[in-house]
C-alpha cells in the first residue's frame, strides 16, 4: 500500500488502476483510493452495507473521474480500515468527517449509496456546510419505513445466495428476473473480475453485523428535518427496491428542497449500476454544475 501521494504521477481515471492509499486519524488508520485530476472540491464516495474500496462499480467511479478529484475509502473497522465497526450511523458519520478532515478538506460534493446515504445525511446534519452537492441512491431517511428490517432481507438473501453458490449482490441488489440476473452478472464482474492494483481486505462478518445493528437503529431513529438539507440533491433508485424501499426515495424528494429524482424501471436496489449507462452521465453532469 501507498502511504503518501506522488505528486508526479500521471493522473489516473481508472478505477481498476486506482492505487491504495492509507491516512491516520483520531487513531484509525483509512485505507483510501483517489483518482481523477486533483483541484477543487472533491467527490467523495460513501459506500453500502459490507462494502469495502473494491465494490464500487467502475462504470460510475470513472465517469465522475473523467473530470473531478474522486475519493473512495473504507469506514473504520471496514476492510483494511482499522478499528472496530461502530454501532450507530452517527458515530460512522463522524469517523468520516475525521477522514475527510485529516485529508485537508473543509468542502466536499458526496456520492452516497445505500448505508452510505444514511452517514451522508448524518455527517451533513452535524455540519451542514461541509457538503457542496449530494447524490443519494438506493438509501433513505433516518426512521424511514422498513429500513429496520434490511437484516431480515439481507439474512434470506445471503442463504440463498449461498446456497446457489452466488454473490449475495445478485440477490439484494437486483430482481431476479432474466433481466436482473444478467445485470446483475455484469455489475458482479465489474467490482470483481478486472482490478489490476491490491485488493482490498475482505468485509469481517463480526463488522457487517454491527453495520445492520446501526441500520436498525437508524430505521428506528427520530427522523431528521430534511427540509433544513439546503444542498442541491439528487435522488436515483429502482423501482422495485426491496432493501430500502424505493418510496423513501419519492419520500425524500418531497421533503427535501428542490431535489431532483430519477427512479429507473424493471430495476431493485442496485438500479443505478443496473442502469449505468444512462445514470453515470447524469451523475457526473450533475456533480459538475
Known amino acids: 500500500m501507498n502511504t503518501s501521494n506522488d505528486q508526479n504521477r500521471p493522473v489516473i481515471t481508472s ?55 474522486v475519493i473512495t475509502f473504507d469506514q473504520r473497522g471496514v476492510g483494511a480500515s482499522t478499528g472496530e465497526v461502530p454501532d450507530s450511523i452517527e458515530a460512522m458519520a463522524d469517523d468520516a468527517y475525521a477522514f475527510i478532515t485529516a485529508l485537508g478538506f473543509d468542502k466536499i460534493d458526496v456520492f452516497s449509496f445505500s448505508l452510505g446515504g444514511f452517514i451522508a445525511q448524518a455527517l451533513i446534519a452535524e455540519h451542514p456546510d461541509l457538503v457542496r452537492r449530494l447524490v443519494l ?13 434490511v437484516a431480515g432481507v439481507t439474512y434470506r438473501d445471503v442463504l440463498k445466495a449461498t446456497l446457489t453458490r ?5 440477490f439484494l441488489f437486483f430482481n431476479r428476473d432474466a433481466l436482473g440476473k444478467r445485470a446483475a452478472k455484469a455489475y458482479v464482474e465489474r467490482t470483481t473480475g478486472s ?32 427540509s433544513k438539507l ?30 431532483e429524482l430519477v427512479i429507473y424501471p424493471d430495476s431493485g436496489h442496485g438500479g443505478v449500476f443496473q442502469h449505468h449507462r444512462e445514470f453515470a452521465p447524469v451523475a457526473a453532469a450533475f456533480l459538475s454544475r
Open 137 to 149: 441512491t438506493g438509501t433513505g431517511p433516518k426512521g424511514g419505513k422498513d429500513i429496520d428490517k
Open 15 to 69: 478505477y481498476v488502476e486506482a492505487p491504495t492509499n492509507t491516512i491516520t486519524a483520531n487513531g484509525v488508520t483509512f485505507v483510501y483510493r483517489e483518482l481523477g485530476p486533483k483541484g477543487g472540491i472533491p467527490v467523495v464516495f460513501f459506500v453500502h452495507l459490507a462494502a469495502t474500496l473494491d465494490y464500487w462499480d467502475p462504470q460510475i467511479v470513472d465517469a465522475i473521474a473523467k473530470d473531478r478529484h
Open 230 to 259: 439546503t444542498q442541491p440533491t439528487l435522488i436515483a433508485n429502482g423501482d422495485n427496491d426491496r432493501m430500502v424501499p424505493s418510496v423513501l426515495s419519492e419520500d425524500m424528494q418531497r421533503r427535501i428542497k428542490d431535489s
Open 166 to 170: 452466488s454473490d449475495p449482490r445478485e
Open 195 to 226: 482490478r489490476t492494483e491490491v485488493r482490498d481486505a475482505p468485509m469481517k462478518v463480526q463488522g457487517f453485523q454491527t453495520q445492520l445493528k446501526a441500520i436498525k437503529k437508524w430505521g428506528r431513529g427520530t427522523p431528521h428535518d430534511l
